[in-house]
C-alpha cells in the first residue's frame, strides 16, 4: 500500500479499503475517528519501535483483513504509555491492573471481553502481564470494542486471531489457536468449513511473520538498529533519564541474556504451507544469523561498559555515561591508537561497531566506538575472560587487572584528560594497578 500523503491517511485508506471491499456502510467520519485514535495512540514520545512507523513498514503485502488487524495491533503498550492511552479509556475503562501491570481476567458478561478472552485461550481469573501477552490482549479488546458492532462474529474472530498471534516467541502457537477457532465455531455456530478456518489460521500466521520480520532482514546494521530502538524504548522511555554506567549495564546484561536464550525455531510462525518450508527454512537461516552476531555484538558492548563501570567505582562511583565517553569527543586525539591490533577479529562486528548505526542515540554511538577500540586490540581469550568477569560481578579491580595493562593504561589516560575531578584518583589508581599487572 502506497503511504498517500501522511501517515494518518495511511491509516484512514486501510480502515476505508476493507470496509469498501466487505460492503460495510460506514459514515466517513467515524472511520477519520479510529484513525485519529490509532494515530495519537501509536505517536507517544516514549515509542521508539512500536509506533506508526513500525505499521507502515508492514503493511506491505498484506491483505485489507491483516492490514486491518496490523494497525491495531500494537495500540496498547502498557509499560512504555505509562498505562493506557487516554483516547482508548472509552473502549478500556472496566479494565484494571496493578502497579506491575499485572491483570487478572474477571467474569463477565461483557460480549467483547467473552470472545477476546476464548481467541485468546483464558479463563477467568487468569493472570497477563506485559511479558506473557498483556498488550497484545488489551490490544485486541479494544479493537473488539471498536470495531464489533459494524462486523460479524466471524470478521471479528479473524482479526482478533491476527493480534493473538503477535504474541512472540512461542512454541506451536498455530495449532492451539486452530483449536480455539475450531471450538468457537461450533459454539457460536459460525458454520465455517475445516478450510476457512484453516485459511484463518494462515492470515494470522502472515501477520505474526510480518510483525518480526526485522528478524530475518538482510540488513544486519538495520536489525541492530531496531534493537537498540527496543532497548531505548522499553529501559529509557522517560525524557528525563540519566543514563548512568551501571543502569546502562543492567540493561544490556538483559538484552545479552535475551539474545542467549532465545531459539530461532520459534521467532516465525508456520501452519501447514504457509510459509512455505523452503521460505520457513530461509526465515530461520536468516533469524539464527542476525541473533548470534547479535550476542557477540551485545557481548563486546558490555564489555566496553564494564569496562567504564569498573573505573568509575574505583575512582569516586558510578557517573552519568557521557561524563567518561563524552557526546561529540574524538576518540582518535585521546586513545593510544598506536596500540596493535589483534587478528581474532570478526570483520561484521567491526564494521557493526564502527558505524553509526543509531544517529538518533549520541551515546550508542560513542560506547560503540570505545568498544571498538577494546575489540580491536583483545583476543577472543581476553575478550571472554573479561565478559565472563563482568557478569559474575566480581570485584571491580578484577575486572580491570584482566585487560592488558597497555590497553588499560590508555583508557585511563583518556578519562583523565576528560574529568579533571578525578584525575588524581585515576592517577591513584594506574600506580596501583601497574604494580599488580
Given at each position: 500500500?502506497?503511504?498517500?500523503?501522511?501517515?494518518?491517511?495511511?491509516?484512514?485508506?486501510?480502515?476505508?479499503?476493507?470496509?469498501?471491499?466487505?460492503?460495510?456502510?460506514?459514515?466517513?467520519?467515524?472511520?477519520?475517528?479510529?484513525?485519529?485514535?490509532?494515530?495519537?495512540?501509536?505517536?507517544?514520545?516514549?515509542?521508539?519501535?512500536?509506533?506508526?512507523?513500525?505499521?507502515?513498514?508492514?503493511?506491505?503485502?498484506?491483505?485489507?483483513?491483516?492490514?486491518?488487524?496490523?494497525?491495531?495491533?500494537?495500540?496498547?503498550?502498557?509499560?512504555?504509555?505509562?498505562?493506557?492511552?487516554?483516547?482508548?479509556?472509552?473502549?478500556?475503562?472496566?479494565?484494571?491492573?496493578?502497579?506491575?501491570?499485572?491483570?487478572?481476567?474477571?467474569?463477565?458478561?461483557?460480549?467483547e471481553l467473552v470472545l477476546t478472552a476464548k481467541v485468546f485461550g483464558l479463563q477467568p481469573g487468569e493472570s497477563l502481564n506485559p511479558t506473557n501477552g498483556l498488550n497484545e490482549f488489551l490490544s485486541a479488546l479494544a479493537t473488539?470494542?471498536?470495531?464489533?458492532?459494524?462486523?460479524?462474529?466471524?470478521?471479528?474472530?479473524?482479526?482478533?486471531?491476527?493480534?493473538?498471534?503477535?504474541i512472540p516467541f512461542r512454541t506451536s502457537p498455530s495449532h492451539q489457536l486452530y483449536q480455539r477457532l475450531n471450538s468457537l465455531n461450533a459454539e457460536l455456530h459460525l458454520d465455517r468449513n475445516t478450510e476457512e478456518i484453516h485459511q484463518a489460521i494462515k492470515k494470522a500466521?502472515?501477520?505474526?511473520?510480518?510483525?518480526?520480520?526485522?528478524?530475518?532482514?538482510?540488513?544486519?546494521?538495520?536489525?541492530?538498529?531496531?534493537?537498540?530502538?527496543?532497548?531505548?524504548?522499553?529501559?529509557?522511555?522517560?525524557?528525563?533519564?540519566?543514563?548512568?554506567?551501571?543502569?546502562?549495564?543492567?540493561?544490556?546484561?538483559?538484552?545479552?541474556?535475551?539474545?542467549?536464550?532465545?531459539?530461532?525455531?520459534?521467532?516465525?510462525?508456520?501452519?501447514?504451507?504457509?510459509?512455505?518450508?523452503?521460505?520457513?527454512?530461509?526465515?530461520?537461516?536468516?533469524?539464527?544469523?542476525?541473533?548470534?552476531?547479535?550476542?557477540?555484538?551485545?557481548?563486546?558492548?558490555?564489555?566496553?561498559?564494564?569496562?567504564?563501570?569498573?573505573?568509575?567505582?574505583?575512582?569516586?562511583?558510578?557517573?552519568?555515561?557521557?561524563?567518561?565517553?563524552?557526546?561529540?569527543?574524538?576518540?582518535?586525539?585521546?586513545?593510544?591508537?598506536?596500540?596493535?591490533?589483534?587478528?581474532?577479529?570478526?570483520?561484521?562486528?567491526?564494521?557493526?561497531?564502527?558505524?553509526?548505526?543509531?544517529?538518533?542515540?549520541?551515546?550508542?554511538?560513542?560506547?560503540?566506538?570505545?568498544?571498538?577500540?577494546?575489540?580491536?586490540?583483545?583476543?577472543?581469550?581476553?575478550?571472554?575472560?573479561?565478559?565472563?568477569?563482568?557478569?559474575?560481578?566480581?570485584?571491580?579491580?578484577?575486572?580491570?587487572?584482566?585487560?592488558?595493562?597497555?590497553?588499560?593504561?590508555?583508557?585511563?589516560?583518556?578519562?583523565?584528560?576528560?574529568?579533571?575531578?578525578?584525575?588524581?584518583?585515576?592517577?591513584?589508581?594506574?600506580?596501583?594497578?601497574?604494580?599488580?599487572?
Amino acid at each position: 500500500m502506497d503511504r498517500f500523503f501522511s501517515p494518518i491517511h495511511t491509516i484512514l485508506e486501510t480502515l476505508k479499503k476493507y470496509f469498501s471491499d466487505s460492503h460495510i456502510p460506514i459514515e466517513p467520519l467515524v472511520l477519520e475517528d479510529w484513525a485519529m485514535t490509532l494515530y495519537h495512540t501509536m505517536s507517544t514520545t516514549q515509542r521508539h519501535y512500536h509506533n506508526v512507523s513500525h505499521i507502515l513498514e508492514i503493511l506491505p503485502g498484506a491483505s485489507p483483513l491483516e492490514s486491518l488487524a496490523i494497525i491495531f495491533h500494537d495500540i496498547v503498550y502498557l509499560q512504555v504509555d505509562q498505562g493506557i492511552h487516554f483516547k482508548l479509556f472509552p473502549y478500556l475503562k472496566s479494565i484494571h491492573f496493578n502497579e506491575l501491570y499485572q491483570f487478572f481476567l474477571p467474569p463477565s458478561y461483557d460480549s467483547e471481553l467473552v470472545l477476546t478472552a476464548k481467541v485468546f485461550g483464558l479463563q477467568p481469573g487468569e493472570s497477563l502481564n506485559p511479558t506473557n501477552g498483556l498488550n497484545e490482549f488489551l490490544s485486541a479488546l479494544a479493537t473488539a470494542k471498536i470495531l464489533s458492532p459494524y462486523l460479524s462474529p466471524w470478521q471479528m474472530i479473524q482479526i482478533l486471531a491476527c493480534i493473538e498471534h503477535t504474541i512472540p516467541f512461542r512454541t506451536s502457537p498455530s495449532h492451539q489457536l486452530y483449536q480455539r477457532l475450531n471450538s468457537l465455531n461450533a459454539e457460536l455456530h459460525l458454520d465455517r468449513n475445516t478450510e476457512e478456518i484453516h485459511q484463518a489460521i494462515k492470515k494470522a500466521v502472515r501477520v505474526a511473520n510480518q510483525d518480526i520480520k526485522i528478524f530475518s532482514s538482510e540488513d544486519l546494521k538495520l536489525f541492530i538498529e531496531n534493537t537498540w530502538k527496543l532497548i531505548w524504548e522499553g529501559n529509557f522511555s522517560s525524557k528525563n533519564s540519566i543514563h548512568t554506567l551501571n543502569s546502562y549495564q543492567i540493561t544490556l546484561l538483559k538484552i545479552e541474556h535475551f539474545f542467549k536464550k532465545l531459539n530461532s525455531n520459534i521467532v516465525f510462525s508456520a501452519y501447514q504451507d504457509e510459509p512455505s518450508p523452503q521460505l520457513l527454512a530461509a526465515l530461520k537461516k536468516k533469524a539464527d544469523f542476525n541473533i548470534k552476531t547479535s550476542l557477540e555484538y551485545f557481548q563486546i558492548q558490555i564489555l566496553a561498559i564494564g569496562t567504564l563501570e569498573s573505573i568509575a567505582q574505583l575512582t569516586g562511583g558510578d557517573v552519568p555515561m557521557t561524563f567518561f565517553i563524552g557526546e561529540n569527543i574524538n576518540f582518535q586525539s585521546l586513545l593510544n591508537w598506536n596500540l596493535p591490533e589483534v587478528s581474532e577479529k570478526n570483520s561484521i562486528i567491526q564494521e557493526l561497531l564502527h558505524s553509526t548505526i543509531t544517529p538518533n542515540y549520541k551515546i550508542v554511538s560513542q560506547l560503540s566506538h570505545f568498544a571498538n577500540y577494546l575489540y580491536a586490540r583483545l583476543t577472543q581469550a581476553e575478550r571472554e575472560e573479561i565478559i565472563h568477569t563482568i557478569k559474575k560481578r566480581a570485584s571491580f579491580e578484577s575486572v580491570l587487572l584482566s585487560i592488558p595493562f597497555p590497553i588499560l593504561h590508555s583508557i585511563l589516560n583518556m578519562i583523565a584528560s576528560m574529568t579533571w575531578s578525578r584525575r588524581h584518583s585515576i592517577h591513584q589508581l594506574i600506580q596501583k594497578l601497574r604494580k599488580k599487572s
